[in-house]
């Protein structure tokens, strides 16, 4: 890794530092971290950090070092409107997308420029406790104590902050007994903390179909996302034309091809812009 690309991923890891409001607290968001790691990397004490430890840092802090330009789609732009809403008003919100539509991509954006914004990834696997300890994480929170405690520690300090917003992305891969926990976690910070739940349309048919069957927390988790679902808009053949001249594709048969065949899933995109640049398309 160069001195260039070092010098970029410090500079974000400063910013990162100030979205958290300490070293000490950005340290203890990072997996694998530690806070006389994050001050060398910021002193300019960088001999004793390896390449991994870089490219592990800069992952996790949301930056890019492939240097790909995000393009504010039709989707992205409601997707931002949605979470500054919710973070502005306290909103509990759910919103689904297609696989593909950049919603993800949307988060980053908006979660790297906003203090007391949390992005969680979620994923199957997840109980309680490993949830709770992953907001603690992305809080930059002490893990330590029961798990009462450690809800405790979460409630009082989104209860204190500042427009606080949790964002729970992929939520559909959460599991029953996490999604009951969204109650107790909805009930201890109403009115104080923006919820939002980000999804494919599996997670509004899960929670539709459990309503209607009279599944145990359903319907007080539907009632506590306002019985509704927000749909974002599908990636557009003109979403594509400029994710691709951004990225350096701006030749028009090259274009028209990667819409044919991107089936309006950017991640498809994405990929296709990189085959077309190797292969010398771009112009």
């Not at 800069?58 to 504010?72: F, L, M, N, R, Y």
């Not at 145990?216 to 557009?236: T, W």
């Amino acid at each position: 890794m160069t001195k260039d690309e070092k010098s970029l991923i410090a500079q974000r890891l400063k910013e990162y530092c100030e979205k958290m409001g300490s070293q000490n607290k950005a340290a203890r968001s990072l997996n694998g971290t530690s806070t006389a790691t994050v001050s060398k990397m910021l002193s300019g004490d960088w001999d004793t950090i390896s390449d991994d430890m870089w490219r592990a840092v800069a992952a996790q802090i949301g930056h890019d070092t492939t240097q790909w330009q995000i393009v504010k789609t039709q989707a992205y732009k409601r997707m931002t409107f949605l979470m500054e809403q919710a973070r502005e008003e306290s909103l509990v919100l759910a919103i689904t997308g297609f696989a593909g539509c950049g919603k993800t991509e949307a988060i980053k954006s908006y979660t790297a420029g906003k203090r007391n914004v949390y992005h969680l990834m979620c994923s199957e696997y997840w109980n309680r406790p490993t949830f709770i300890n992953k907001l603690l994480r992305a809080m930059g929170r002490d893990m330590a104590g029961s798990v009462s405690e450690q809800m405790d520690t979460i409630v009082e300090a989104l209860n204190s902050a500042d427009a606080p917003l949790i964002i729970l992305d992929e939520a559909d891969k959460l599991r029953d007994q996490v999604l009951y926990f969204f109650i107790s976690l909805y009930n201890s910070l109403e009115g104080h903390c923006g919820i939002v739940l980000v999804a494919t349309d599996y997670l509004k048919n899960r929670i539709e179909r459990g309503v209607r069957l009279k599944k145990k927390g359903y319907e007080e988790i539907f009632s506590r996302i306002g019985r509704k679902f927000v749909q974002l808009q599908v990636i557009n053949g003109e979403d594509i034309t400029a994710v691709c001249k951004a990225n350096g594709v701006v030749d028009p048969a090259e274009i028209q091809k990667i819409i044919a065949e991107s089936e309006s899933d950017l991640r498809r995109v994405k990929r296709a812009v990189w085959a077309a640049k190797k292969k010398g398309g771009a112009q």
